[in-house]
């Protein structure tokens, strides 16, 4: 039973394959970006961190392979695989802003003099593998913000119980997770009495992932159906709602697993605080709002079958949207490594980029 959705040491990269999870725990080498593109398009590797960290980790593998005769010819080439690796799924914006990020990098080394092309070729994948250490430290800053702000809700020593959706572990990241951190680190507080998981149709993330991870980890957990959580706010005393992101825009809109919006909006009726947690990775503060967000659009696949198993009629048309967008309204607080922020907070604090 592994938790470890990236293996990458002496140059190699595998991912465990998360479409078998939970039966078959097996990992795929990932030799270069052909194979990242198609194990994050194909979702055998996902969670917006994890995207951005395996896209970057194919290139450098790549990159440790090749000889380039020029620094322009070395910019060149990850120029164009980065903006390829950003085209294998649209909605979490984590490869697009570490795509950004290198390009620029990639930009200054190469019309630095100074710097030899091994220098420069060094450099760029030494500063990819760096992504993994910062993604567990922003991850671990992350879950400890949220539970303190979870439990300066509650009066005295009482436990709490949170509902999650979707999955943000460490099945979705570097490592330990988002909202799955913020869980995680209630429960090290001896603070946590129940998580409560939602399945998460039709890719099953939480009945297949999640639960997974708190199996795992021998935290108290419940696993519900999707259409559960209107009851489950009404019948059980619920403290607090925590999803992760793949794109939270400038004034603090979110655009995360299909199904969060509706749970918002049950959180809104039922006095439950609802928040996301999302390390600045996940943050575009070049989109005023989640009207900007392009919202991906899954295989019909996907939902008329259970694995190879049809569980829907033939020739029934469906609409498989991958995310919906919480309005920042129904968001009490955005948890990242820097802190706890209210919606508006954001733009005020940060400024929208241009
Ligand atoms: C920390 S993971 C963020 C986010 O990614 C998941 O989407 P997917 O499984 O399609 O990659 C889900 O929306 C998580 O909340």
Redesign the pocket.
């Known amino acids: 039973m592994s938790l470890r959705a990236i293996k990458y040491e002496n140059n190699s990269l595998e991912i465990l394959d998360q479409l078998l999870l939970p039966a078959q725990s097996k990992y795929i080498q990932v030799k270069g970006v052909e194979d990242g593109w198609k194990v994050i398009n194909k979702?055998q590797v996902?969670?917006?961190?994890?995207?951005a960290i395996v896209g970057c980790l194919s290139l450098a593998v790549e990159l440790h392979n090749e000889n380039f005769e020029s620094k322009k010819q070395l910019r060149q080439d990850v120029e164009g695989k980065l903006n390829y690796l950003v085209s294998s799924?649209p909605?979490?914006v984590n490869m697009k802003i570490a795509a950004d990020e290198l390009i620029m990098l990639a930009n200054k080394l190469s019309e630095d003099e100074t710097v030899e092309l091994q220098d420069m070729k060094t450099l760029f994948i030494t500063t990819i593998e760096a992504m993994l250490v910062k993604d567990i430290a922003d991850n671990r800053a992350i879950g400890d913000f949220g539970a303190r702000e979870i439990l300066s809700q509650v009066t005295g020593d009482s436990q709490v119980r949170i509902l999650t959706?979707?999955?943000?572990?460490s099945l979705?990241?570097a490592g330990y997770?988002?909202?799955l951190g913020v869980i995680r680190r209630l429960h090290e507080l001896k603070r946590l009495e129940h998580v409560y998981c939602t399945e998460t149709r039709p890719?099953n993330?939480g009945a297949r992932l999640t639960a997974y991870e708190l199996v795992h980890d021998k935290i108290p957990a419940t696993l519900i159906v999707d259409s559960m959580v209107a009851a489950l706010m009404k019948h059980r005393n619920i403290s607090a709602v925590v999803?992760?992101?793949?794109r939270v825009a400038a004034n603090g809109d979110t655009?995360?697993?299909i199904g969060?919006y509706q749970i918002a909006v049950l959180a809104k009726y039922h006095g439950v605080s609802f928040y996301v947690?999302?390390p600045f990775t996940?943050i575009d503060m070049k989109i005023l709002s989640g009207d900007h967000i392009i919202i991906?659009e899954r295989p019909d696949h996907e939902m008329t079958h259970v694995g190879e198993h049809r569980i829907a009629a033939k020739g029934i048309t469906c609409w498989n949207p991958?995310?919906d967008v919480t309005p920042a309204s129904l968001i009490a607080g955005i948890i990242t490594e820097k802190g706890v922020f209210r919606p508006q907070d954001l733009i005020q604090q940060f400024g929208q980029d241009t």
């Open positions: 979702m996902r969670g917006a961190p994890a995207i799924r909605t979490a959706h979707c999955n943000t572990g979705a990241t997770g988002t909202a890719y993330q999803v992760g992101a793949d655009a995360n697993k969060t947690a999302a996940s991906e991958a995310f």
